[in-house]
């Protein structure tokens, strides 16, 4: 089974690295990078996706999301790293990122169609199924 992965990075010098390194190990046929914001790119794609991670500035975390959904196929999965944000999510940090990681889970746990876990390991993985 052939299959292939598509990153999205915003930093120009981190997409260098990796392109080179892909090259190397002669996986460039096989990985996409895409130069960009998370915001500006999501809407441009049109593959299914097996799963989506996400792990990026916390304001993005909402957004991301919605665009995300879409490109999942039924059965794929959603995951996003930080979930418990240094356990400032538990308890109910004022920080804007505590915030937006806040109403991030909230609307991951309560939108239809998907079946969500945090795993609380480290900084909190949010494992969502999209029925």
């Given at each position: ?13 981190r997409v260098k690295i990796a392109r ?31 799963m989506i991670f996400l792990d990026s ?74 029925e």
């Amino acid at each position: 089974m052939k299959g292939t992965v598509t990153t999205i990075d915003m930093n120009p010098e981190r997409v260098k690295i990796a392109r080179k390194n892909l090259a190397e190990a002669g996986l460039e046929q096989s990985v996409k990078v895409i130069e960009g914001s998370a915001l500006d790119v999501l809407p441009t794609l049109k593959d299914e996706y097996d799963m989506i991670f996400l792990d990026s500035d916390k304001d993005v975390y909402p957004d991301a999301f919605k665009m995300s959904v879409p490109l999942l196929r039924k059965g794929g999965l959603f995951v996003a790293d930080n979930a418990l944000w240094g356990g400032d999510v538990a308890k109910g940090g004022k920080s804007k990122d505590t915030q937006a990681m806040i109403k991030f889970n909230r609307m991951v746990t309560e939108a239809r169609g998907m079946s969500t876990v945090i795993v609380p390991l480290r900084d909190g993985v949010l494992v969502s199924l999209k029925e």
